[in-house]
Structures are given as structure tokens and as C-alpha cells.
């Protein structure tokens, strides 16, 4: 893939590594505007909620233009089609998630006319509301912006 | 998240990450078993039947016992919910897929009753089927086996 | 298409133009029974409800006879499927809708043992509970009765 | 079909036969573990936490082994899918569901290694919340366990 | 349930059931109208024909009335859903199935303006395209025709 | 609702209007870029594949820009979403369609930050591959460009 910044997999990355594993990629990161959070719910609602709060409170997106708000939130609903696994639905049947989430915007193409691009990922445990009885998911949604 | 091997991080790192970027992380490969492989194409099919094969080539599960070709099918498809973001068929809409994948088989947990879990992650492109008109994607998928 | 009667036509037109330019189709709307009215809300279930309330209220189809209800629920989710794209429980998902809404029962086919067929249509807005953070949003849906 | 045992078959009876017409299946569910039970509902949640607790109380799964949680937790799922024919939030638009189901644990396959697997088999109705008002629904999940 | 005929029992127990397993149910079944045949298949295009031909040829339903064919098509798709478990594209998923089915069709309701309803229903195996790495699978669709 | 230009309501009228009957749109129309065509298949890709044709041949959206490709291709699946009721692949499953699609890109908000959104449009009949067997269906998708 000949992308000058990969923002998909430096959204990856920013939700699966720990602090110190996050250093070698610290370069790659000076190229994007990001963002960083946590997410536990039984409820999708309250996920895609915290997420566009914190894209928005730390100015990842503009907070007044529609268009940015419209690309911001079905990057979300992708990446929530990878945690759920094709049950968006399924955080409210008895599941619950602990999540956490990146929002990285850049641009990814070396053609100027591309412009800048929106990735959300989540990573973390879904299961049933009783600790331990989890495993771990994750989900990566990319879109213009 | 308390557990002793998260096999859906290391699944995810061995997709997104370049060779010497994994360096950091070999230690925590040496407590699972895992096989890595490509698919490109515009047919599902053609990227299931890949991880299935590469899977039982390299022994990571048993080609005669059904119940583990019925678990890791089940963590393929999960995957790609993840990769085409609930429209699994999209492979079959005129989009293309370029992935790297892995399947990886341990003991996430510490309970030995727990045993063994597989982590089917995908990372790649999905786009029109032009060289650059696309952008990346991932998926994981985890299932007990 | 040979269909004597558009119903599905009808219900699109109904719900996405103004009265003045409702005009013209006045005659095509003498052959078919229909309703008309709005739904606004976070949640599905209010939509669903209030058109099977307007359709029996003015007796579109009969309250007591349980194919007719049946016939009316599918031709309503089918036409939700279109507003969500997909996505029917998008509602629960921190969006909104603002819909007009129309019922038509007529007998669109020339041959007399096809009977009566029911049609729904939705047009109006879609997007985050913010006023003007929206964007038009339509489905249609047709069954047998 | 050379199955030793017909998991599938033995839950999907449990829950469409009364119980003079179970009578000459009751040499075959000697070889299986099963329990019994009933949930009506709007809420697919309630139905979901029926079956587990029911599975859990009669000792069908083990209630502090998480892979065995996880198994039966994905047959619901599937089952449920038969129930709702692909709409599993359907139980939260507008419809209810009155359902017998059963939980039925055995070895279906000669070969040993196949070991353990589950079938959730769901019978009985769907409809609008008016007594009468509903038609015939089920739905079977299978996994191993 | 108070329903007269249970259309969706019979069409379960016509597949799920051996010949001499049926003969309790013989007078039960003379209130009804029903077809039998069997698909198997890697593609869902051919058992949905399959169901088709069999219903038209034994005059299940009628040819030229095409409110028939739409009922029974969707009534089919339900119970694909069930075969699939939502995932009604599974079939050209490296899957294959074995099944039988039933169509039924008959008045369930007592009231007499409920008219005639059909069940189809399909009960077999889905798997890998390998003999025996397979398990149990079935679905009901119910429509008013 | 506020917005300046419909696009969504131009582009529906554009495929379920006649030529004379477009008339009195005609003075909105000159607000906006659009195309039209019309695509018949049993295949979904075919679909695709004619609007993305018509969309860059008549310059509505840049052949060498990924991002107007990534929007228009999101706003055909959300429309074909409506056409196919949830079921995209529905295409591939014994029922052939006839449809007129427009796309029309325009200035939808007021805020000049908003730019440029793309809608398309599909209205036709869905149905069995036979003349007459068949019903009228239709979806609206949206995208920001």
C-alpha cells in the first residue's frame, strides 16, 4: 500500500498498545491529529456519545460543520460493525463492552485533491456483564472527511 | 483486562505491523501458535478458503476434527464482518480486498478450564478496483476452540 | 411497467412534495385509499407505531383482522429498512428522524386475482439531535394484503 | 445424515410437541442433557437471560467456565435469528414474543474428538402485543461446546 | 395458542421427522394443503428454486397469481434466515447445505377473515463441502397469501 | 426543514416522475449537477457498476479523486440498501430488477462550510424473472463529497 500516512493502522495501534509499546511510533503519529478514550456500556448509545464528545472537545472535528459530524459518526458505525461483528444491536443483548478508542485524522494519500480522512478504532472486551467472562474485540472504521 | 495471552492483540500486531516492528513483541509470540498469509481478491469465498488452508497447512488446527474447522470458520466470518463492516457480500460489490491475515491459537486465560481460544485478524485494503481508490481495513475475530 | 395503479408512486409522491404540487397527481390519487402523517423521534418503535395507529384510525386497514395488521407491519419495516439504511435499529443510535409518512392501499396490477396491495413511504430527515445536523432520509414498502 | 445423536432434532421437538406426543422420543433424549422453559417478552434481553439462567440452574453449562457461557451465548444468538428471521431487534419493534425453549447438550458425531455440542431450539409466536394478533415463529442454534 | 391449524408445526415436523416418526400426526395433517422435496446446494438461488418448482408444480400455489409467488418468496426468505442465521449470503460462503423442506398452507386462524397462511420450513445440515464436517440447521417462514 | 437545495427529493422525482411530469421542478433542477440512467439485472454489481459508469462519464463526480468515487459508492449501497430491503444480495437471489437512478450533486445547507453532498436515487419493480412479477421499490442514499 503506497498510503504516506497509514491513519487506519496508527488508529490500530494507538488502541491495542500500551504506553511504552506506543514509542517506536511516536514519529508517525506527529503526521495526524488525534484523539484517546474509554468507553464501558452495556449500550451502544453511550459509546458512539463518548466518542463524538471527545473528537469534538479536543478538536479533532468542528463541532458546527454537519458534514464533519456526518463523516465522524459513520466511521464510528463501522467500527462498531467490527466490535459487534455485524450486530450493532448486540450491546444491548446482554453484553457489555470495555472499550478503548482512538480517532485519527490526516491525510492519507499523496494526491492533494484527497484530502483529509477520518479512522476510528476500538479495541478492548466484550462479554457478558460479569468480570472475566470476556474476550477481546476490535473494529476499524475509515471515511473523507 | 486480566488476561494471561491476548491473542486478538497479537493477531491484530502480526497483520498491521512490519516485520522489524514486531521485534519488541516475539517474546509474547512464543506462548502461542500462529500462521500468517495473503488474499487479494474480489470473492469472499476465495479469502475464506485461504485462512482455512493456510490454517491446517501449517497444523494450527486439526484438518479431521470438525469442531475446530467449525470454530476457526466461525472467527473467519466475524472477521469479515469486520472487514466489510456488516455486508459481508460487499466483497461481491464491486470492491476489491488486499489483506494480510493471521490465526493464532493459546490460552488467553489463567482457569485451565478456559483451554484453548483462535483469533482470526485481517488488515489490508478494500476499495474500487483500481490501484489507489481504496483505503485500509481490519477485523478479528475470537472464538473458543 | 404495465401496473395499472403506482401505488408505490403514489406513497413517494405523497410524502415528498407539497400540497401545491401535489396538484397534478390529484386524479392517480382517486383510485387508491391512503393517510398521511408525521413521526418524529429517536426510536423506531414510535414510527411503527404511529403509522399503524393513522392507518387503522382511518381505517386504511381493519383493527380486527390480524393479515391486515401483518400485511401493514412488513410493508412498515421493509420502508424503515430504506430511512436506516440497513440499519433498522440506527434509531437507538444517538439519530433522529423526522418523517412524513404515507399509507397507500390500492389494486396495482390488471389481472383481478391479485388483489389489493399495501404501500408505505417515508421521506423527511435523519441525523444527530441537533437542528440542522441532518440530512433527507426516504424508504418505500410494498406487500400484498 | 450418519449423526450419532440429533441434537438439533431433540431441541426442535422439546419445543413443538406436546408432551403425550414426546413420548416416543424419549429413548433418544436419554443421550442428552436438556432443560425446558419459557420466556415471552418484548425484550430479546429477557429472552437471551431466560435461557442462561434456566441452562445455568439445571446444570446444562458450567456456570464458571466462560467457554461454555460463550458457547451457549452464540447458539441463543443464532436461534434467536431463526425467531426474528434476521431482525433480532425486532423483539424492540413493537412485537412480542411468547416462546418454549430448549437447551439440549450431547455428542453428536462417532468421531471422539468431536466431542461435546449444544443445540438452543426456540418455538411459538410473534406478533403485535394483542392476543391473536401473532403467528408461529422458531429458530435453532447449534456450536460446540 | 389458540390457533385452529399450526401450520408452522407441520411444516417443522414434515422435515425434521421420519416416516413412521409421522404417522401420529397424519390427521392433523389432512386440515392442510402440503408439498415436500430436497435441496442440496453450495448457492441459495437453487433451493429457493427448488422450493419454488416444488410449491408450483404441486399446486401449492398457483402460477399466475403473482401475490402467491411474493408471499411464498417471502416466506422462504424467512426461513433461509433461519438456515443461515442472518446471514442468507452464508451459502456462497464456502458453505454448503443438505436440506429438506416442507410448504404448508392452510387457515391457522379461526376468525374466517384471516384467510389461508403459508409455512415453509427446512431442516438438514450446514457445513463445509466435506462429508461429515457439517451440523444441524433448520427454518420457518410464515406469510398470509 | 431548512435546507436550500433537496437534493434527496430532486433525485427521487427525477426517477419516479415522467418527463412531463418533472415540469415544475425544472427551475430547482438548474441548482444542481445530476445524471440519469436506467439498469436492469439480477445482479447487484451490474447496478453498481452503471451508476458509477454515468456518475464519471457525465462528470457529476472526478474519475481520478478516490474521495468523490469512496462518497458515491456509499451513497449507491445506501440506496440499493432501500431497493433491497436490507438484504443487498438479495440480487443474487431469484429476483431480477428494473430501475431509472439519478444522481444529483448540489449545496444542500446554507453554511458555506457544508459544501458539496451527492444523492442518488433508485425507483423501479423488483420481482421474479418474469414479466408482471414483480412490485415497485425504491432507495434514497446520501453522502457528503
Known sequence: MSQRVKIGKLAVLLTTLEEEELAPFEK?????DFCL??????N???VISAVETAAKRQQIISEIVYRETHSLYHAILEALEGVTRGQIAIGDMMRTVGLKFAVVRGKPY???GEGEWIAVAFYGTI?????GLEHE???????HI
Open 44 to 46: 451502544m448509545q453511550k
Open 28 to 32: 508517525q503519529l506527529e503526521d495526524v
Open 137 to 143: 474485540t476490535m473494529g476499524l472504521g475509515i471515511n
Open 110 to 112: 499523496d494526491r492533494d
Open 127 to 131: 462479554g457478558a456483564p460479569v468480570k
Open 37 to 42: 478514550g474509554r468507553a464501558g456500556s452495556m
